[in-house]
């Protein structure tokens, strides 16, 4: 249990060092365990040994495609101050993976969108998923719930947003605060506290559910939500 909790929960568990440690240590245990199990009964021999021979195989299985590999501390919940003062080079790729969109730019989106009601209450969800092309490239996400218009469209009631650039490990969420038509703008942060406003021009196609225009991206809050 101490092996697995030292190599699962720390920050240095996918360097050689550490996993000579490791396998170090395993191999001690199972030596002493084999040691014990030559002076025990044949059936104790070979339930006990063929049990720590399983444990430490999948010791080894969980480790190497888990702790061993590239980006598990920050998966394991490794403070961000610990993982910043680790090698050069991961310092290196996590400073310029978490830096700060400090200007504005535009580019243009394309994707699909997926539809869910009106139900009995005439409520309906809209959903769609972008890839954004522009100097900070990502993937843009919109949820909306409301209730069905008529004529076609959504009266938005609640949404949820998200902006994931393709470098780097930061992430952006928020909600929309501007609906007109196909006009959307989204007021997102990140989890530092920096702020982004979006803003899109979608052309939706309902026949084949494709979504395609342009998208204008500043530093700063979004506006007041609108219906």
């Known amino acids: 249990l101490a092996l697995v909790h030292g190599i699962g929960s720390g920050s240095d568990a996918r360097f050689g060092w550490m996993a000579l440690v490791t396998y170090g240590c ?21 339930a006990a040994g063929g049990a720590a021979v399983a444990v430490a195989v999948t010791i080894v299985a969980w480790y190497r495609t888990g702790p061993a590999q590239h980006g598990w501390a920050a998966r394991a919940g490794t403070p961000a101050s610990i993982l910043v003062r680790g090698s050069g080079s991961s310092s290196t ?42 100097a900070h490239p990502g993937v843009v996400n919109l949820t909306l719930w409301g209730s069905a218009l008529d004529g076609g469209g959504l009266a938005m009631r609640t949404s949820q947003a998200a902006f994931r650039p393709v470098s780097g490990n930061a992430s952006y969420t928020g909600t929309v605060v501007g609906l007109d038509g196909t006009r959307v703008i989204v007021a997102l942060s990140s989890s530092s ?28 809050a979004g506006g007041v939500e609108t219906d």
């Open 193 to 220: 506290g920096d702020r982004l406003r979006m803003e899109l021009q979608l052309h939706l196609d309902p026949q084949t559910r494709s979504v395609s225009g342009t998208v204008h991206v500043a530093p700063g």
């Open 93 to 134: 790729r996590l400073a310029s993976s978490s830096a700060r969109i400090s200007g504005t730019f535009d580019g243009t989106v394309v994707g699909r969108m997926s539809t869910s009601g009106p139900d009995s209450f005439g409520d309906a969800a809209v959903a769609i998923a972008l890839a954004e092309h522009s």
């Open 26 to 46: 395993l191999s001690v245990v199972l030596g002493a365990a084999a040691f014990r199990l030559l002076q025990a009964r044949p059936r104790l021999q070979l």
